[in-house]
């Protein structure tokens, strides 16, 4: 806990969060900067993004990806844009980097395990939907070194325990630079549920200059956010993760769990890091 | 810790060791009643088999499945024989699950999460050969409905935290019965690295009526199984998870691993649990 | 988690906090009253009472403790009020549980391990103050029995870990009646600081129909209430342990700690307890 | 695990373990010789020794523990002996100090918190005897400073995580020199009960350049050596802690329970450390 900044992502937009579950998920390049200057004022660094087409479907259409983008560069200059390189399931490897390449935002984030990826109920255990999100060591690799050359930082994602042994394996190759970003993600139907001691384990696991940040999907949200503060960790917030607050409305757009997110940090006497600083922490200039 | 009988189970070869890594690796159906014999006779109450053909390549004819089993169980009949419902990456889900409802061993492998599966250099990082082992919600499903209308008892394979809670996720739906009967996979490239501290989540996340056993892969091998032993469970070892003992020579086959695993029940005051006493504590009868 | 309910206790005042340190804390049993009053508004079911003399020093006095209580309890008489049974240094064994007896608040404290107490600088390390803060095995079991004769109900304080297991030895005399309550010291100079995991091994080591709040000092207070309320604890915040807001300003008084609790427990979804819904939960209805 | 040496350490005889209680506890210098020549050509590099009488009580005299220490030391020469410096609960501070100055072994105890020392039956929850075991911080700084003004290196005892907490505050005076060695108790009543997850969550907390073993009391002592195996650590057995082996027998001398060690030692494919070996691990080379 040395820093006394932390560093707040807001995640506008996932591909499984739609206007039908919360009418501020943003699909068009406009609303994506309407709620990133929004969640910006809040006390974001960083917003992570999954560009939509115009019927909110996940896109991998370079144009609109960087139409998107540059709205929100547009609007918010100074704001730090994260790319998803996850760019729905009918993406080939080939169009998830060919974008990021193409674009070069500051950061992308970079997915470390093939994995189940469902939308399911966590009631019954029914399964709605799934796929298999599709992340080898070949693609950790080649990523990573895309990124690398093109001088885009990656975030690395990490999904369960195992994600973060590929991460350290695959990191002996020496493609990745210091400090390393990682994200812990809890709670995805195929990933790990939060479990405090496992929050702990994988820190305790972390390489020298690293730097983390975590985010939670649906009820884990609000608790993992909470448990990272303690932990030292930054936090990521959004309608990509969960649509409501914690008292179960819907949250009038990522900006107002950015505001949840800036008043636990101030709780523990930090401040929200500017994205000037959230760069420096993260070594991006 | 109220059950002072662990049970040791040999894991008698995998889809990745070959007689070229130990020459103890069995391949033909004598060779496997041979390894078990052995393994019995040393402590171990089940043997866990992926059958081979003659040249030692996994295979995923029943034919041959069903004779490598039925020579065990002719050689040895008390001993459980559990089967892998994972016969090598060119097997279709159909294929993996139809051996298992033809053959009715009385357990059989079900694995909980697809994955990254490696072969890699621990100290470069490089990969020299991956697949992802797909393991999809619908496939956990289909295969726990089949070993249950066939009277086979599952035993749920875990390769991260993640794949607990996919279990426990497709559990809400009713197919399985208890006691459940889990194993903790440690060491897989792809999967999780041991950790004791993961190791503690797990445990405390099972639900009521779980009985857990735990293997590793290489030099997880024996920490994890000693760990396993501290915590209250069970302990897998076989050439398929390691070839060697903890000096660094070639294991004289699975049971000297056996021997090893009784050696560590016995120094907690336990005793290493009769093909009987196991299948009392694993629900079997 | 199952309740929605976190019980707030503000600890107003205890024997190593004084008017110079804060102004804001009471002597006086109508000053008692006033903080009492103003932490019940701000969302407490409980407070936590050192009496003190008019020179502010800790006192065993039966008379100004029972002062004390009943001021506070003709102020808001439906707030729950919990005595301490460790009142300074200078007191015996026999004063400190005879005003217990005497008063019969509805809860005391119960500590339950002799222990370094000290005043400390944290930067030097060197010690300002110290005494042993004596809690016998005789003691906990003769306070255990006083009480329940007393039908005061205890709420056992563990500084450490080895306080938890002193209660659970004790315990197999059948003197204490579920449910019981804990409250978990973090961070007094002689007893364990906040350890985010030496918190979830002591939730875990818990035996059923139990109830945990947590406490820290100085530094420790913020992130350790934080932490119970992510595992499904209660939190006590107040001067006795903390003079300070997260901002680094001297609080206004324990009510503003309060405040902030309510706040946390509210960004996690749940709601400050009522006093009965406090008595419901600890049995003391 | 950078080490392959284990240093085994035999805890030749406490202050609560008589001939009653196994005919091998020592009481004589001559037997002293004899249970540390055993146990070190069983492969222990260190003895802790609590001198005794003639009738088996402890001592603090000083003539007599030289006498043991020496016997043992024209004995075995080679092996490094560690006094006690808690020599039953008659003893002043200062006697206990002197001792250690007077004689100047190698090695010494150093406690670090003052806490319930009991004999319990763990049934019943019945004490049959305590007393505090007084360890305040003051004489943890002055027996430090004897230690290090004597060339006596301490062997930190910690019996609760708060005694880390107490070390790592009195440490910053900088009176002890790295490495530090610390030793972990487990299972005495008035201490923690072994937990394999406060023990991680204790070796997370260790500054940079620290040795540790771990002792267990009675039913704690083969589980937390096991344990100290898995994470890194050294090993202390000895009739001090535990009477008996596993299988629930008599152990014939603590040689026995150093020939366990040794095994399991190996188990993992370390080596016992020779008592230079270990001279170099503890810096006392």
Known sequence: MKDNKVIITAALSGAGTFKQNNPSVPYSPEEFADEAEKSYKAGAAMVHIHARGDDGMATHD?????????????????????????????????????????????????????????????????IMFEFIFTNTFAMLK???????????????????????????????????????????????????????????????????NTVYTTCGIGRDQFPACMQSNILGGHIRVGLEDNTKMPNGELAKGSYEQVEWAANIVRSLGREPATPDEARKIMGLI
């Open 62 to 126: 370079i144009g609109r990806i960087k139409e998107t983008h540059d709205a929100i560069k547009e609007r918010v200059p100074n704001l730090i844009v994260n790319l998803s390189s996850a760019v729905g399931p009918m993406a080939t490897p080939e169009q998830r980097i060919a974008q990021i390449v193409e674009i070069k935002p500051e950061m992308a984030s970079l997915n470390t395990n093939s994995m189940n990826y469902a939308v399911a109920d966590r009631k019954s255990g029914s």
């Open 142 to 208: 080649e990523f990573g070194e895309a990124m690398r050359d093109s001088g885009v930082k990656p975030e690395i994602e990490i999904y369960d325990i195992g994600g973060l042994d590929n991460f350290l394996l695959i990191n002996k190759q020496g493609i990745f630079t210091q400090p390393y970003n990682l994200n812990f993600v809890w709670g995805t139907a195929g990933g790990q549920a939060f479990r405090p001691g496992a929050f702990i384990t994988m820190v305790n696991s972390l390489p020298e």
